[in-house]
């Protein structure tokens, strides 16, 4: 079987760009083409990358997508424009890898749904969790059913490179909705994915409480320091210099949902906190599971008869593996083109990453607005049958 040729579009390769050039399988595609509006992005990938010096490319990803030589593009760009080309690349009949969120607001991914289900052409999302070995632990956990069935789940993420988010485009509502959504998409996909539903109805609250206080801002059109956020000597929040001039983005949310399955769970994000780590708790009608770390060396602790937290009756220890977000970007990437070849279904539907913007898009108009429970609506069956049965057209 010929190899797929694919190109990128959005070339930064400091940010997610290098998952996919770095992870293609070569065995089974080839980069052919990169696009991005900036030439300077376009420059420093090839300096960084004069291996590909021989590939086309191009300033406008409307004449990539013309290109009938590429036949799967990668969408990697900033969220608010993830409809418009992902819609395009669809109609084109382009395979689609679509960085996660699928998109800002809901209406925006049902219009995508909409382009994938009409053109029956493939379409990925990029929640790449699904990949992560802690979250492939607790799914086997939970399927195996030794804590009995699902009722509620747990969640808290608490994330100590927040600032970064306060650094640049995604400080303000119109480029990315908010952080509930824009970062929150991933833990509420596997909320939806181990307690096997989705959310029905959501309530909100959330607030921009400390990085609204900073002072020494950036200089309106003033590059930030996308370093700086990671550096030991960010602390603390309300310390910190060079955050973006203006922004309208939560800060720490949090979420209640009621999902279709009786299910009731809680997702609480925080991006000041000192420490990272995403904690799950996925509880039972016989015990349950809580993951230690959630990557790299970690553990997953069942609890299964009554006792002290401290002494789980089971603890599964995990090694580190290889690549980005605990080896999951090798395996996504992977799998994308298993999927594409027709050689593997992928972990991640179209419908499923929809209802975790979903989920997220409602949660931010509740707590924007009084806090209000909100009603999320369903797709239609046609749709709910094709992405379910994995895009195979009957």
Aim: with cysteine.
């Amino acid at each position: 079987m010929q190899k797929t040729k694919f190109g990128i579009i959005g070339a930064n390769m400091k940010l997610r760009a290098v998952v996919a050039e770095m992870y293609y399988p070569r065995e089974k595609a080839e980069l052919v083409a990169i696009c991005d509006h900036d030439p300077e992005m376009l420059k420093k990938f090839f300096e960084e990358k004069p291996e590909y010096k021989g590939i086309k490319t191009y300033s406008d990803y409307r004449d990539m997508i013309a290109d009938s030589e590429i036949e799967a593009v990668f969408i990697m760009v900033r969220d608010h424009y993830h409809e418009e080309i992902a819609v395009a690349a669809l109609n084109a009949g382009k395979a689609v890898f679509l960085e996660k969120p699928m998109a800002i607001t809901l209406e925006g991914c049902d219009r995508i749904l909409e382009a994938a289900y009409r053109t029956k052409t493939p379409l990925m999302v990029g929640h790449n969790m699904r990949y992560m070995p802690s979250i492939l632990k607790m799914k086997e956990v939970i399927d195996s059913g030794i804590i009995g069935d699902i009722q509620c789940v747990w969640v808290r993420h608490f994330i100590n490179y927040g600032s970064c988010y306060f650094r640049h485009w995604c400080a303000l509502q119109e480029n990315c909705t908010g952080l509930l959504l824009q970062k929150g998409a991933h833990d509420i996909d596997v909320i939806h994915w181990l307690a096997g539903g989705y959310a029905t109805r959501v309530s909100a609250f959330g607030q921009l409480s400390v990085y609204n206080r900073t002072t020494n801002r950036l200089a309106p059109g003033e590059a930030p320091d996308r370093k700086a956020s990671w550096a030991p000597d960010c602390w603390p929040p309300l310390e910190l210099k060079g955050l973006a001039p203006e922004m309208d983005v939560e800060d720490n949310s949090m979420i209640m949902m009621q999902l279709d399955n009786g299910v009731q769970a809680s997702y609480q994000q925080c991006m000041f906190a000192p420490d990272s780590e995403r904690n799950y708790t996925f509880i039972g009608t016989k015990g349950r599971v809580e993951n230690i770390g959630d990557h790299g060396e970690c553990q997953i602790h069942v609890w299964t008869n009554r006792g002290s937290r401290s002494r789980p009756d089971i603890i599964y220890d995990l090694k580190a593996l290889e690549g980005g977000h605990g080896g999951a970007d090798p395996r996504i990437i992977k799998a994308f083109f298993d999927f594409v070849r027709g050689e593997a279904p992928a972990l991640i539907t179209p419908l499923a990453a929809r209802n975790a913007v979903a989920a997220g898009f409602m949660g931010h108009h509740s707590m924007r607005n009084g806090n209000i429970p909100m009603d999320i609506p369903p797709v239609c069956k046609e749709w709910q049958e094709y992405f379910d049965g994995g895009q195979i057209a009957k």
